[in-house]
Each structure stands twice: as structure tokens, then as C-alpha cells.
């Protein structure tokens, strides 16, 4: 078994198929960065999650998404590209975790948040309350005496339950 852990960013919206003997899958495109050879070059992952598991991520995972997807990985094919005629290969797992990173939001993501208003409200001075406002309850600041801890200083250690 080859346990594998990709994070990247969806590169289109998950798509759900059925097999012909009527089983659910639901397919996603990964694109995970990498730096090899001091470039960054984009590894493409298509990640089959089997099942009804992640029903109710399946709307969320949108082109862009940045995920964390853990699975084991499927026998690498080859296959001659259409543009050039090179020799490619595809990468593949059957995914056991599916969740959204912490790290990255997608560009989708900021857009919507900043059309609902959901953005942080820049830092605006406000005035601070002055100790003689007449509006601000006034309470007393409490005493502490040494009498209330007097028992418990007394006390021998053979009361201790440890």
C-alpha cells in the first residue's frame, strides 16, 4: 500500500460520475507545486473519492479550492500527449481524507468573502473613555486578606489526598 499525502489547489470543480454498476465516484484535479532543480514545475493529481463519504463537501470543492487530500496512489500510466506528441504520465489515488488547507485560500474564495463584507474592518482610532465619565459604572476594586488563605497555610501535609 502507497500512502500519500498531496496538498494543492483544485484546477476545476469536483465531478461526480457513476460506474456502470451503479457506484458513486467523485473525481478531482489536484495541481501541487514543487521545486525541482531550483524551478517550480506543477505535479497534476486526479484524486477518486468512492462513495457518498464527502457528500456534503461536493459543493464546496470548486476550481481553486486549496485541499489536503491523503489516499493511496494507483500505478502511474504513460500516454502520448495530443500537443507535441511527448510522453506524459498521470498520476492517480483513491482518496481516504479529503479536507480543506489551513494554508492558501483560494483566489474564489477572497472574492466572495470581500463581496459579502466579510473582510476585516480596518483598525479606526477610537477615543478613550476618560476615568471621570459620569456614564462609566464605577465599582470598587476588591481587597484580598491574608485571613481567608489562613486556614489553608495551616493545614499539615497528612491532609493532602496525594
Known sequence: MNLIEIAGHLGADAEE???PNGKRVIS???AARTRYKGQDETIW???NIWGDRYDKMLPYLKKGSAVIVIGEMEKPE???SNKDGSTQVSLSMNADI???SPFGKSERSQNQESS???EAPSPSPSPSPSPSSASAPSFAEPSFSGAMFAEESNSSN????F
Open 17 to 19: 460520475r457513476f460506474t
Open 28 to 30: 478531482l484535479r489536484i
Open 45 to 47: 493529481w486526479k484524486a
Open 78 to 80: 504513460t500516454y502520448v
Open 98 to 100: 479529503v479536507k480543506f
Open 116 to 118: 459579502f463584507g466579510m
Open 158 to 161: 497528612d491532609q493532602i489526598p
